[in-house]
């Protein structure tokens, strides 16, 4: 694994963040297929990143996006508690509200699944430029990663080291030529997410649709919302976004996955083969690991890791 790539320095911490207005979008989910409505409202300091599902009534719990509420991992994140209400599909909008800058909004959601748009982050990154970003009163925190850490399972590999600020970089190698082996690093900086990671849409192949869908799965795909390739050949007919769009997806689900520890992390990621279970597991070992980790910033905060684990999640099935 490479990290030679020199990060660029960053000016702090800064103020924690919420959105100036509430903005709704709908869709279709990728997995169940179901039109669903969303809402992401401005929120308190220190609320953190919550779903509620609006479906369900008013008494619905909310449903905080962090490790400990993990409850699915299978070709994406799914967060919930056991016996109750989930929302699958939350990794792109995840990485958008990381790579925008986002520390609290709740998301009211009418249905299980985030809507997938167009199978990237960019239709999420449009939606809070235009409710805008607001500065609070409270410091943001951070995680600082201070020793390496790393998980593998499978022949895949995902590691944590430290860093002067976050970069995420990802290593894939398919057999199919329209893919092969790809290779990057991007620091999330300078507004890098949005030019350079946000576009990158999910992917899959043809070969693997009807299986899916007899395990529940891709019901709602399309190729107006995903990158299909079939053996060598993209089916798509606008082709690709980038020559290597498949490993900037990867990255993009990494973000988002990372941002399940609570709080921004400083340091640097870097995945072989990885994917949604290792990324989650990458970050429970991190937490895990008291030493691997400190604060970064001031201010207090109840939603990040640290906090006790929810009697709830605690009662939620292992994902790996």
């Not at 996955?257 to 949604?276: K, N, W």
Request: with cysteine; hydrophobic share 45%.
């Amino acid at each position: 694994m490479d990290f030679s790539a020199a990060d660029s320095r960053m000016a702090g911490p800064g103020r924690q963040q919420t959105l100036r207005h509430a903005i709704s979008c709908s869709g279709t989910g990728l997995h169940s297929g179901a039109a669903v409505s969303m809402t992401l409202r401005p929120a308190a300091v220190d609320s953190g990143i919550v779903f509620r599902r609006t479906d369900l009534g008013n008494a619905a719990p909310v449903i905080p996006a962090t490790i400990n509420y993990v409850v699915d991992d299978r070709l994406c994140t799914a967060i919930g508690l056991r016996g109750g209400p989930s929302v699958a599909t939350i990794e792109h909008l995840m990485a958008a509200l990381r790579g925008m800058g986002v520390d609290n909004t709740e998301i009211a959601i009418d249905g299980p699944e985030v809507p997938v748009m167009d199978g990237s982050a960019a239709p999420f990154v449009f939606l809070l430029e235009c409710a805008g970003l607001a500065a609070q009163s409270a410091p943001r925190r951070t995680i600082e990663v201070l020793r390496p850490v790393s998980v593998a399972k499978d022949g895949a590999e995902a590691m944590l080291v430290p860093g002067i600020s976050f970069s995420a970089g990802c290593d894939i190698d398919f057999a199919s030529r329209a893919i092969g082996r790809q290779s990057l690093t991007v620091s999330l900086v300078n507004g890098t997410f949005k030019t350079d990671i946000a576009r990158a849409r999910t992917f899959g192949f043809a070969h693997e649709v009807d299986r899916l869908r007899a395990a529940g799965l891709a019901r709602g795909g399309s190729l107006d919302n995903a990158v299909v390739v079939a053996g060598d050949t993209v089916l798509n007919d606008e082709g690709l976004r980038w020559a290597d769009e498949f490993v900037r997806h990867k990255i993009l689900d990494s973000i988002g996955d990372l941002y399940l520890a609570g709080a921004p992390i400083v340091g640097r990621f870097h995945g072989y083969r990885s994917g949604h279970a290792l990324n989650h597991l990458l970050v429970r070992t991190l937490l895990a690991d008291r030493a691997a980790w400190r604060w970064t910033g001031t201010g207090v905060t109840n939603i990040v890791a640290g906090a006790a684990v929810p009697a709830a999640a605690a009662a939620a099935p292992a994902t790996l």
